[in-house]
């Protein structure tokens, strides 16, 4: 290879990095983001500088309907990927929360239960009965407010540098890609 196919071979990987960097690289980081934060609820906690297990609560910890963990997603700009979640409770559960919250007035309502036949037998001759729970009544509570104590279960990287895992598989996915466009 003579020096001037050298140079022009070079400028070109130089340009096929440059375009990945403003392209592909973003999409890439964001990914591998997202993979992080799957496994972090798979987990059952986060993996930043050390793993910090989310505090137990009823059932699978974050997890009732699977919105929250869906609701990931990011978005790209040249060269940059920016991780969201826009469910209202997203950032309480990953930063925690401390202080009082606003209840508005609202009714609530009361419940009864009664035994009522089916119009079936059992074998005896005895009519089948079946509990129905009812509405009994309504009662009106007034605006108040409430303490809450949440405690922090992060479950995507606040800051840049919060999580070496995230890092370094970021690195890594980026460092393959490098590879490949060198070594065509």
């Known amino acids: ?40 609820f798979r987990a059952g906690g986060y993996q930043g500088k050390t793993f910090k297990k989310w505090k137990p609560s009823q059932g699978t910890t974050l997890v009732k309907s699977g919105a929250l963990r869906a ?13 969201k979640n826009n469910m209202p409770y997203a950032n309480v559960h990953n930063e925690g929360f401390k202080g009082d919250v606003a209840i508005k007035a609202h009714s609530r309502n009361s419940y009864g239960k009664k035994k009522v036949g089916t119009g079936k037998l ?20 007034r605006s108040h407010t409430r303490k809450i104590n949440m405690p922090q279960r992060q479950f995507m990287p606040i800051n840049a540098g919060d999580s070496p895992v995230l890092n370094n598989a970021v690195t890594r996915a980026v460092t393959n890609d490098i590879k490949a466009i060198l070594n065509q």
């Open 1 to 40: 290879m003579s020096p001037e196919e050298f140079q022009q071979n070079l400028k070109a990987k130089a340009t096929q990095v440059s375009t990945y960097v403003q392209t592909r690289f973003a999409s890439t980081a964001g990914n591998v983001a997202l993979r992080f934060i799957n496994g972090n």
């Open 71 to 83: 609701a990931n997603y990011y978005t790209t700009q040249p060269g940059q990927a920016t991780l």
């Open 122 to 141: 059992t074998k005896s001759g005895k009519e089948r009965k079946q509990t129905v729970t009812f509405k009994t009544g309504e009662k009106a509570i």
